[in-house]
């Protein structure tokens, strides 16, 4: 929502304010609108593979959802950690084998609906629950697996964005390519009179204008929103990340579940009270 109202404000801001005192007529010029987005395109395909480049159109619609990642959620996620961690220190860790392998159906995940729907998350938790179970690797190693993993699954996350923000800065680029072509025709004008010569000129000069204002006033917003969505959806790996690293190193489930709500931005981390008395309601 925020992006379309972000929009309004920016056409506002040079259209509406050069409505004032200019004519809008001369702002409408079909063919350089028309070549100007068909660059941008092109670029857009002709300079990243057919995987990124439907991941950088899949990512567009993603902009206008609300963020999942709440207090509410975390609240859920680390009282989810919690009881599975509470189930592994009193039947140890066979006990939830049955959890893991079928998290649809266990009566843990269920509880926890919000969690559940984030198919990514549950495997990334499934896996690294999985691993403890078999037993065959120590806290050092299974740190060095999930970073490598979160940064595989980072680099993937951020490709839409840095798409869209390679191909903002490229449609200025193209606006002056539009604006020379104009040039040329103009100049192939050169015995037209005065009036019919800057309208041409004119003409031109929209070609820039509008290269500037979709790369920095359209394009550009995109790409920082979808960096921000991706900042927001790391943050679920790295709590289940610390959550079971603490647990494998010995600490109880109240103390590893408050090592996950330590990593997780202010806005979002339930306080210490907050997440005691979700655990405690939950337990009854």
């Given at each position: 929502?925020?992006?379309?109202?972000?929009?309004?404000?920016?056409?506002?801001?040079?259209?509406?304010t050069y409505a004032v005192h200019g004519s809008l007529?001369?702002?409408?010029?079909?063919?350089?609108?028309?070549?100007?987005?068909?660059?941008t395109i092109g670029g857009l395909v002709a300079g990243?593979?057919?995987?990124?480049?439907?991941?950088?159109?899949?990512?567009?619609?993603?902009?206008?959802?609300?963020?999942?990642?709440?207090?509410?959620?975390?609240?859920?996620?680390?009282?989810?950690?919690?009881?599975?961690?509470?189930?592994?220190?009193?039947?140890?860790?066979?006990?939830?084998?049955?959890?893991?392998?079928?998290?649809?159906?266990?009566?843990?995940?269920?509880?926890?609906?919000?969690?559940?729907?984030?198919?990514?998350?549950?495997?990334?938790?499934?896996?690294?629950?999985?691993?403890?179970?078999?037993?065959?690797?120590?806290?050092?190693?299974?740190?060095?697996?999930?970073?490598?993993?979160?940064?595989?699954?980072?680099?993937?996350?951020?490709?839409?964005?840095?798409?869209?923000?390679?191909?903002?800065?490229?449609?200025?680029?193209?606006?002056?390519?539009?604006?020379?072509?104009?040039?040329?025709?103009?100049?192939?004008?050169?015995?037209?009179?005065?009036?019919?010569?800057?309208?041409?000129?004119?003409?031109?000069?929209?070609?820039?204008?509008?290269?500037?204002?979709?790369?920095?006033?359209?394009?550009?917003?995109?790409?920082?929103?979808?960096?921000?969505?991706?900042?927001?959806?790391?943050?679920?790996?790295?709590?289940?990340?610390?959550?079971?690293?603490?647990?494998?190193?010995?600490?109880?489930?109240?103390?590893?579940?408050?090592?996950g709500r330590k990593v997780l931005f202010s806005s979002?981390?339930?306080?210490?009270?907050?997440?005691?008395?979700?655990?405690?309601?939950?337990?009854?």
């Amino acid at each position: 929502m925020l992006l379309i109202v972000g929009y309004v404000i920016i056409l506002a801001a040079s259209v509406g304010t050069y409505a004032v005192h200019g004519s809008l007529a001369a702002l409408f010029v079909p063919l350089e609108y028309i070549a100007i987005v068909g660059l941008t395109i092109g670029g857009l395909v002709a300079g990243n593979s057919m995987r990124n480049t439907k991941a950088a159109l899949a990512a567009l619609p993603t902009l206008f959802k609300p963020s999942p990642y709440s207090k509410a959620f975390y609240i859920e996620l680390l009282a989810m950690l919690f009881e599975i961690l509470a189930k592994v220190r009193k039947e140890g860790l066979m006990s939830i084998e049955n959890d893991i392998e079928n998290p649809d159906s266990s009566p843990i995940f269920s509880k926890y609906p919000a969690f559940l729907h984030d198919h990514h998350a549950v495997e990334f938790l499934c896996d690294y629950l999985r691993m403890m179970v078999g037993g065959n690797l120590n806290a050092f190693e299974l740190e060095n697996l999930m970073d490598m993993e979160i940064e595989t699954h980072h680099a993937e996350a951020h490709a839409p964005a840095h798409i869209w923000s390679k191909t903002g800065d490229a449609t200025p680029a193209f606006g002056i390519v539009v604006a020379v072509m104009g040039v040329v025709n103009v100049m192939g004008s050169v015995g037209e009179p005065p009036a019919v010569l800057g309208k041409m000129i004119g003409g031109a000069l929209v070609g820039t204008f509008l290269g500037i204002l979709v790369s920095y006033g359209f394009v550009a917003p995109i790409a920082s929103q979808l960096e921000q969505k991706c900042e927001e959806g790391a943050k679920i790996y790295q709590c289940i990340k610390v959550v079971l690293l603490a647990s494998m190193s010995g600490y109880a489930p109240q103390v590893a579940v408050e090592f996950g709500r330590k990593v997780l931005f202010s806005s979002d981390r339930p306080g210490f009270t907050e997440l005691e008395s979700e655990i405690k309601s939950r337990k009854k």
